[in-house]
C-alpha cells in the first residue's frame, strides 16, 4: 500500500471503529488473534509497542 493513502492498520482482539485524523491520514483497527502472530517488540520516539516481524508482514501481503 503506497504511504499516499495515509492509512495505518492496527491489529486489535475486538473490532473498533476507524479513526479519521483528517490530514494526518486514517487508523482502521482490524480483529486478529494477537497470539497467532508473529509479532516483536518495538521502541520508537513515539512509543513502545509490538509489530509484525518481517516475515509475517510477508505472509500477510
Known amino acids: 500500500m503506497p504511504r499516499a493513502h495515509a492509512t495505518a492498520w492496527v491489529a486489535v482482539p475486538v473490532i473498533r471503529r476507524p479513526v479519521d485524523g483528517g490530514v494526518?491520514?486514517?487508523?482502521?483497527f482490524v480483529s486478529r488473534d494477537l497470539d497467532r502472530l508473529d509479532l516483536v517488540r518495538a521502541r520508537t520516539a513515539i512509543a513502545d509497542g509490538h509489530?509484525?516481524?518481517i516475515e509475517q508482514t510477508i505472509v500477510d501481503l
Request: proline share 0%; charged share 10%; hydrophobic share 40%.
Open 51 to 53: 509489530v509484525t516481524s
Open 24 to 28: 494526518y491520514g486514517r487508523v482502521v
